[in-house]
Nanobody, 114 residues
Framework: VQLQASGGGLVQAGGSLRLSCATSGIIFSTKIMRWYRQAPGKERELVAHITSGYSTNYADSVKGRFTISRDNAKNTVYLQMNSLKPEDTAVYYC?????????WGQGTQVTVSS
């Protein structure tokens, strides 16, 4: 099982980024996919998830600004981040569980300048 995250970068407050997480080695369409983030000195927190049935849920801090989506044909999950704030600065990780084992992407850095 492999997860490859990409799309991070440096952006000014109010800007947008789209993160991608390409997967392999799993039946992607059956998996709940999650995005987490971890800011310096803080615990990793769940940002959003999307189920196999395309239901979504978001942390209160990102509701209305972030959108999680999936493309089962490409085995890829996305996180569209709009109206970015300096407090969104973190390393973002994609995640899934397969046979009760957690798998993580390598993380992609998002830095939002004020």
């Amino acid at each position: 099982v492999q997860l490859q995250a990409s799309g991070g970068g440096l952006v000014q407050a109010g800007g947008s980024l789209r993160l991608s997480c390409a997967t392999s080695g799993i039946i992607f369409s059956t998996k709940i996919m999650r995005w987490y983030r971890q800011a310096p000195g803080k615990e990793r927190e769940l940002v959003a998830h999307i189920t196999s049935g395309y239901s979504t849920n978001y942390a209160d801090s990102v509701k209305g600004r972030f959108t999680i989506s999936r493309d089962n044909a490409k085995n890829t999950v996305y996180l569209q981040m709009n109206s970015l704030k300096p407090e969104d600065t973190a390393v973002y990780y994609c995640n899934l569980y397969n046979s009760d084992v957690a798998y993580w992407g390598q993380g992609t850095q998002v830095t939002v300048s004020s």
